[in-house]
């Protein structure tokens, strides 16, 4: 059954460190997706991508955040400087049509010390 | 403001019970979807709908429009129904997923 992968599974990086998380949605999808989840909070939504560019982002998405979608099958997110308040979990979604169910990766755990 | 409100947050039960967890919202909303999250931290979706009923395996999603509620059953618990339950709407018009909280079941054997 075709899934949205993540790596890495965990991501440990100083404050102030740029990191990328990646994401592999399912192929035939065309609508991509990252949210995060501070620990013991709930999920938020970050960025929606379509079409090859930013179709909606929150407030939580500012100027230290991009996406990118580099070739025909990754999805990235890059935050520029980590701040300690970046750690959280990271999710990657994808949808075949904005209609349709996402399907969610299994996280990237990012811990910035 | 919070536009998606769960109860309960935290739900403890007997293996075969029936489980019972709601969900409501505030805004107009395009579709509900249901999501589980395990204890490692990964979403599984679970159900999508806009309207009446669906249901897979043990699992049943309901929503009312009018009423702006929607519940997920379970039937006949089993530990491995074990995970957080989450709740979340699709505004109309938008893309992106609104989150409930989420509700915590514990299933013990």
């Known amino acids: 059954e075709p899934e949205v992968t993540q790596t890495p599974s965990h991501q440990v990086t100083q404050m102030g460190q740029e990191v990328i998380l990646r994401c592999v949605p399912i192929s035939n999808h065309l609508y991509f997706y990252w949210y995060r989840q501070i620990l013991g909070q709930k999920v938020e939504f970050l960025v929606s991508f379509y079409n090859n560019e930013i179709s909606e982002k929150s407030e939580i998405f500012d100027d230290q955040f991009s996406v990118e979608r580099p070739d025909g099958s990754n999805f990235t997110l890059k935050i520029r400087s980590t701040k300690l308040e970046d750690s959280a979990m990271y999710f990657c979604?994808?949808?075949?049509?904005?209609?349709?169910?996402?399907?969610f990766g299994a996280g990237t755990r990012l811990s910035v010390l | 403001k919070n536009e998606v409100e769960q109860s309960p947050q935290n739900l403890t039960a007997q293996e075969g019970e029936f489980i019972t967890i709601n969900c409501s919202y505030s805004?107009?909303?395009?579709?509900l979807h249901w999501l589980q999250q395990h204890p490692g931290g990964g979403i599984v979706s679970l159900f999508m709908l806009s309207s009446g009923k669906k249901k897979h395996g043990r699992l049943i999603a309901t929503i009312n429009i009018q009423e702006k509620h929607s519940s997920l059953h379970i039937t006949a618990s089993h530990p491995r129904d074990s995970a957080v339950y989450i709740c979340?709407?699709?505004?109309?018009?938008?893309?992106?997923?609104?989150f409930g909280a989420g509700t915590t079941v514990t299933v013990r054997a």
């Open positions: 805004v107009g909303i395009s579709a």
């Open positions: 979340a709407v699709v505004l109309i018009n938008d893309y992106k997923l609104s």
């Open positions: 979604a994808s949808s075949e049509r904005r209609e349709n169910i996402q399907y």
